[in-house]
């Protein structure tokens, strides 16, 4: 039998996860909607401003050294779908990419410091990575499960991840044929961190899934849409893999909430921890300039009618804005992209 401790530990972070997930816009299955408002939706104007929403720091920590990911490749994964996420993760600090850059969609994120004035840190790098092609967990994971994922490949006998507390982000990635708890219907990815009675250390983590088989529509939106919205057409994705173009826009959310809110203790928005609002829920769905609602804002056409909003070191992506504090608005790379 678990120890009483362990067993509320858990309890609680079944309750968290169970309703820790953005509320913002996606072409849920579950929600309800109006097809004028995806017809007649680039006339919007709003970009997520409002007088009402206070981004609050509440004294916990923040990763302000430079931060290292490590990517677990769970499941059967492409070379090329790798090298889209890897160099996606590199034009974080890039300081060469043509603007819009991913870079400068970052800087958004160092506005965010700890209780010294520490900013986060302008440096992510990738580290170690390890591979779970023989599925160790199966195909189907809850939420708890992700974490003896996780655990397995930081105590792996053979090159373990390195347990990086401070400014580590383990990031696990599931493939296509792999199906996680609540995907698609309430989440497409989502970040905590690990529990000392399962992995043995407190880790920041973040899960996000490939949905190309799964709900593409919901998740991969807008390179794919849902076939229960009439009228609305999807959009070329600039890296030609619908699935992996639209996890890049996850993992940025992700990564960008684990710097500022690593331990669910520091910046979000509202009086509950349980269900914090955090600088990327405020700003889900909005990519570029008027955007809100369903309508995702002005976007940049490629050559190749591939459709992006930032420029990474050697490709295009498109990434979800960021909650900007100090202006109290959502943000892309244009305002600090100088």
């Not at 600088?279 to 940049?300: N, P, V």
Request: hydrophobic fraction near 35%.
């Amino acid at each position: 039998m678990r120890p009483l401790t362990e067993v509320l530990t858990l309890t609680v972070f079944t309750l968290l996860l169970a309703i820790s997930h953005s509320a913002a816009w996606r072409p849920w299955p579950h929600a309800k909607y109006n097809t004028s408002d995806f017809i007649y939706g680039s006339s919007k104007k709003y970009e997520g401003s409002s007088e009402f929403v206070h981004m609050k720091y509440h004294m916990g920590p923040v990763l302000t050294a430079n931060i290292t990911v490590y990517p677990i490749w769970y499941g059967t994964w492409q070379k090329s779908q790798k090298k889209i996420i890897r160099e996606f993760i590199n034009s974080i600090s890039a300081v060469n990419a043509k603007h819009p850059s991913v870079a400068g969609w970052w800087k958004t994120v160092q506005l965010y410091t700890d209780q010294t004035q520490n900013n986060i840190s302008s440096t992510v790098r990738l580290g170690r990575e390890k591979n779970d092609r023989f599925y160790s967990h199966g195909k189907r994971l809850t939420r708890l499960s992700l974490q003896s994922v996780i655990k397995s490949h930081v105590t792996a006998k053979s090159k373990p991840l390195p347990t990086n507390p401070k400014s580590g982000l383990y990031l696990l990635l599931t493939s296509d044929d792999v199906y996680v708890q609540d995907f698609c219907g309430q989440v497409c990815g989502f970040h905590y961190f690990t529990f000392p009675s399962i992995v043995g250390y407190t880790l920041p983590y973040a899960w996000v899934g490939n949905s190309a088989k799964f709900c593409p529509g919901v998740c991969a939106y807008p390179f794919a849409v849902p076939n229960y919205i009439p009228g609305l057409k999807p959009v070329k994705s600039p890296n030609g893999d619908v699935g992996v173009d639209g996890m890049i826009s996850v993992i940025a959310h992700e990564i960008a909430e684990l710097a500022t809110n690593p331990l669910v203790n520091a910046w979000y928005a509202g009086p509950d921890p349980v269900a914090p609002v955090e600088i990327g829920d405020l700003c889900e769905g909005i990519y570029g300039t008027g955007g809100g609602g369903s309508y995702t804002g002005q976007l940049l056409d490629g050559e190749d009618g591939a459709t992006y909003n930032m420029n990474g070191i050697r490709r295009r992506y498109l990434v979800q804005w960021v909650w900007n504090h100090v202006v109290n608005y959502c943000t892309g790379p244009n305002a600090l992209d100088q």
